[in-house]
């Protein structure tokens, strides 16, 4: 038997350009990242078209340790819809840099039915989990570059609930203390690094409309709170503009393949634990846009992944999937 | 006057692979990384072209606060030799995100001599500078956690000198306590964030022949120093191919443009002060495989930037100017 | 009406060695404190006289936030039963400096049933707390010293329990890092520190039948876990005499009087919601040695203080109440 | 050979009242702390004898590492002067129970040349450190409670100079992080504990002139400064009252005896190498008031503690040694 790398290995790429254009995409909205990868502009995101797609979601049982094989049911699922003809799309997570490190076959599907080029999507693809950890950085550092700057005038917060994401499992970054050594190193304070999925910025991405919903989300994260228990907010730091800059190539939905050359949105990952573990809107629409058939997945278990599908991003979207397969392991 | 902004937007950008083509590069060498930007692979680099080729040096008298125009120089110099007929391709440093962010320009030239599209360059590029701070950290992390995983059969470093880094300017997190809370959130230790441009990765990287070579450079990193005084590794910790892999990318010169659709390779910037301040070695002989005169920059003034570059990356590769040109403001 | 403050001054106090002689021990046993305090030296504790001397303990319903009167009470009980011709001596616990400071009266009672000196009582008194404190810290000192010295060894504990104390309220020292700046400062570490009477050593003291089961108990503290998940005590730091001789005087009972010239023994203070809450048996024995009734309080309500007093200082000692007060507050 | 040790304990030591009264001190003016240990009050100075006695202060080249017997040589010198009929007091230094622990000898000198009872001098004596080390720790406490209770209208300093002690040398100490944990845990801020003998408290007590001089001089304290630049002192936070109560007991002089049963008074040792190195101006005066002769050292060689003593002790009280003996071992 061949493994999940031999099988990814043998597969004959077709460009992305070609996979773009099988769906309808036009040749110059395609933004190629490699020759197997692009961006697709949001702009072309059509709700009338979106309306009229079916959209199916996968869920499952709760999961086993080594997963339940959602993703590659969704893929297999929509292998196989093709091959009955029909005009289908996959919509998935993209996985993160840090959990996958090390392991073989990372979060992209499994044997025959996987999203390729796998080696690349398991590393740093099109860089989002980068912006989205630079956004997320650079809030922390000018957040306690605001308190810095603003306390001889009396300004403090009683609370901070902003910490800091990293791309890495980095079991020591978890609670730290920072702002040690001299008086220009900043205020000293207790802070800590999650990974990249749990970052708030990466759920209000996979949740946003357009750039300007972006923006807006973004403006309303609390950061903290003052002494007079009211929140304070990115709005509050007036940054929320150059934020929205670092992630305005993060926002467009990833384009790529199955192992039969099926196009494949694959975008954004907040985790399910902790946000609500979908991929992003944008890439649903987009699929929907160009698909008459779209698969897409919930993290977790149904209870709390299926829940969170509808309860947060069909309730906030609108969308309502036609068909939910459940997948369960005997 | 026009500001460097203006002039960046006015300016109507050649694709990238009309570029690659004007200088002798093969199409299907080109990896875009949207229209305008691309990956050159490092195998096309040859050392027989790399030694008929003309280097030229810019550096510069002491630097003023707001930069003295070593980039500008550069540019503007290379503009100057192609209108009088001469195939020359300008070869500099990649910006840092973090000292960048929020002012105008960048440090990508400035008027009519900038390279393009000016705004990708100064944010995240071809994801070089992430894909160095995902390297370095994974390295910390690894080391934290074999340092957590081994303690119970008595192993300890007498030192750690490899800190963590970010591509942000954020002052609280130049010296900071990592490893509180539970024994599962590892070793208590102290740690601090350096500015990616700072990272030993960046260095070597930036002085690597290849692939492999940057491997064996990645292999030698010390890590710190064992109770005998024995240096421990990446080598000793068995991860040198895993963090290889996080920089295959990486290691592949970035082509752009001047305003006026001249070649550039913009790749790697180490910094100046703490290391040797120049952009990547391959850069440069890629340039010099394809262009007849190459127009390269070294950090800071003179004494530093220029001193460095002759006895680091000069003494390292056998390269040798066969021009300096010194800026100065009167 | 008179303050606490105003009635402790306008008492005339006799002479230390006066109240001693009135209840038996030679002069020349008595160890002066300035002209109202002395210490008792333990060797005059008289199992025999033990037995047949009664013993009360006052005990309350929950305690209201104010303390509900159990020393006043138990001052009380002792004036009254001296007023009816009975040979009685009262036995209380040593206030901490730490939350006495700032409020009037302390813990020495009120009114007319004070034990005094009552503001050397509630200041440094006999320098007990004071020397725990020193054994406290210098366990931790000598721990952390340890760790140090012998981490090239590969020596290291999975966990470590012993904090340090303080007789100070002191919020900022609950929860700390320790070990910071260059390497000779030792081992980077979380501890905090405690209030003197949550000390070990305090509950320790409180419970010893004389120097030499002090120093058995101190031998067996147990201060961390190897990653053997072995304890590592005291003992294994080879010094336990040294931290024994810091105490040699502090385990001597301290010998005041009521604002009536009663004998009391005011000695020990472990905190009842971690240790016993009871003043040391060193203590209640004397009292025993030299009254027919002895009065005595244990912390908290009977809930928590009463039933200690019962199950670990009774349990261990085999002393027996002929009879238990209820202070209840109507 | 006996050793220091063996010779102390050979010593039958007069009562302390007896020793007291051999100068002149009214008996019941001595508070006894044991047989052999007295707090002389300090309304006892007199400034005229003061001025009709002869001070001589003894000194050394630099010290070698196991000392050089300055305290020796004083108790040595004093015993000799007694010999040939003058009446000489001793006025040493009180040894910290840090840098002592564990060494046989302590500072009290040797041979047949020592101050006794050796043991109680060398471990907690009359309490007068450890009274220090609670008003300095109380300061502390204090302050960062005023910060943590006054942040929400703004307070803050830019620096905080006052740091903590402990009368125990533990390198752990000497730089960490407070006020970890949760909020109520207080600010997070960084500090270190000295050594007791380091306690600005230390070289206050030792210059001051009365308990009311003493008071002044702790409202002065300056513990940090405000982001106007300005100090922050005891007196701001308003505590001097109840730090100065503290160290009611602490301000007045020690007398104990020689091995040869002369008068000493042992009181204060602030550090030489952080302050100005001598005992307390009280017990100098004490001294001088009941002495013809008074022996006097300053810690470390001549040119840092001699040269304190005159330009800080004599300076600011107007004493003036009639001989300097220096100290040289060949």
Not at 44 to 58: F, G, M, P, R
Not at 190 to 195: L, P, R, T
Request: proline share 3%; hydrophobic share 40%; glycine share 10%.
């Amino acid at each position: 038997m061949k493994s999940d790398n031999e099988i990814a290995r043998s597969v004959e790429l077709k460009k992305i350009k070609q996979v773009a254009e099988s769906i309808g995409i036009p040749r110059d909205e395609v933004e190629n990242y490699g020759r197997y990868i692009a961006k697709i502009p949001e702009h072309l995101v059509d709700e009338e078209k979106v309306k009229q797609s079916n959209l199916i979601l996968v869920t499952a049982i709760t999961a086993t340790k080594a997963g339940i094989g959602k993703t590659t049911v969704s893929i297999g699922l929509a292998l196989g819809l093709n091959k009955i003809g029909k005009k289908v799309i996959v919509a998935l997570r993209e996985p993160s840099l840090g959990p996958c490190f090390g392991m073989k076959g990372g979060a992209a599907g499994g044997g025959y039915a996987q999203v390729l080029p796998m080696e690349k999507i398991n590393l740093h693809f099109t860089g989002d989990f980068h912006a989205i950890t630079s956004a997320h950085n650079m809030i922390s550092a000018l957040l306690d570059n605001y308190i810095y700057q603003h306390q001889a005038e009396g300004f403090g917060l009683k609370e901070i609930i902003w910490r800091r994401v990293l791309d890495v499992n980095d079991r020591s970054l978890r609670s730290i203390v920072t702002g040690l050594g001299p008086r220009t190193n900043g205020v000293t304070l207790e802070s800590g690094f999650d990974i990249t999925p749990a970052s708030e910025i990466m759920a209000i991405l996979c949740l946003s409309k357009d750039i300007e919903d972006l923006r807006r989300r973004i403006e309303n994260i609390i950061l903290g709170f003052t002494y007079e228990d009211k929140p304070f907010t990115v709005k509050d730091l007036g940054i929320a503009g150059a934020i929205t800059v670092l992630l305005k190539d993060a926002i467009h939905p990833n384009l790529v393949q199955t192992t039969e050359g099926t196009a494949s949105f694959v975008h954004g990952g907040p985790f399910a634990n902790i946000a609500h573990g979908c991929n992003s809107l944008l890439a649903i629409k987009m699929a929907m846009t160009f698909g008459d058939y779209v698969v897409t997945e919930a993290g977790f278990g149904a209870d709390l992944g299926a829940e969170k599908f509808y309860n947060i991003k069909c309730h906030k979207s609108g969308l309502q999937p036609k068909l939910t397969v459940i997948v369960a392991t005997a």
